[in-house]
């Protein structure tokens, strides 16, 4: 390429490389206990995973989980990701010190837990699923991902069309102030029907 001045040079070509990085919004950040947060991910890439620390010991792999907080107290929260770039697979992660602020007595302390049985299969795909929780719930809530959902504590689900579903498990119990609480735990791509 010649220009006005008859100098010989190359187009130059920049290689943009897209964006990656970790980010997160949470609602509420403060409150009294027990405190039910929804986090919202706000990231930016290629994402292939999800890594939530909520600064209690407890995790969660769901893009967009919900977490309640059960004592007092300010909890750092992070959010890793992965993605792959070529064959190397990458990471970023997203540090909020002292994001959820928790303050006034601890609430009745019920953890939520459930199993499933088979995980996996071809359409129709019938699971039994079987709730594991502390606390002494007085009301289930499955939600199959699917559409449908059920209030038994030990249900059996049908799964009629092929693909990949989340699974989420809110229980309600009443504390020793005879306040209401809930606890919610969502398994990402739990069920997976061919």
Do not use: C
Not at 30 to 52: C, E, H, K, W
Not at 97 to 106: M, S, T
Not at 113 to 125: C, E, H, I, K
Not at 147 to 173: A, D, E, I
């Amino acid at each position: 390429m010649i220009d006005e001045n008859n100098i010989d040079s190359l187009p130059l070509h920049i290689r943009t490389e897209p964006p990656f990085y970790a980010d997160f919004t949470a609602n509420p950040v403060s409150g009294n206990p027990p405190l039910t947060v929804q986090f919202t991910d706000a990231s930016d890439g290629n994402i292939m995973r999800y890594l939530y620390r909520f600064g209690d010991g407890f995790s969660s792999m769901s893009q967009n989980p919900v977490y309640t907080y059960r004592r007092p107290g300010n909890y750092t929260v992070s959010l890793t990701i992965w993605q792959m770039d070529g064959r190397t697979l990458s990471s970023k992660t997203m540090v909020k010190e002292n994001y959820i602020r928790v303050e006034g007595a601890p609430g009745p302390d019920v953890r939520t837990n459930f199993s499933a049985t088979p995980v996996s299969g071809t359409a129709p795909l019938q699971v039994a699923f079987t709730g594991n929780s502390s606390g002494s719930p007085i009301l289930w809530k499955y939600s199959f991902g699917d559409g449908f959902m059920s209030t038994q504590k030990n249900p059996t689900h049908t799964y009629r069309r092929p693909g990949t579903y989340t699974v989420k498990l809110t229980v309600w119990t009443i504390g020793p102030d005879r306040k209401l609480a809930t606890e919610t735990i969502e398994r990402a791509s739990y069920i997976t029907v061919a």
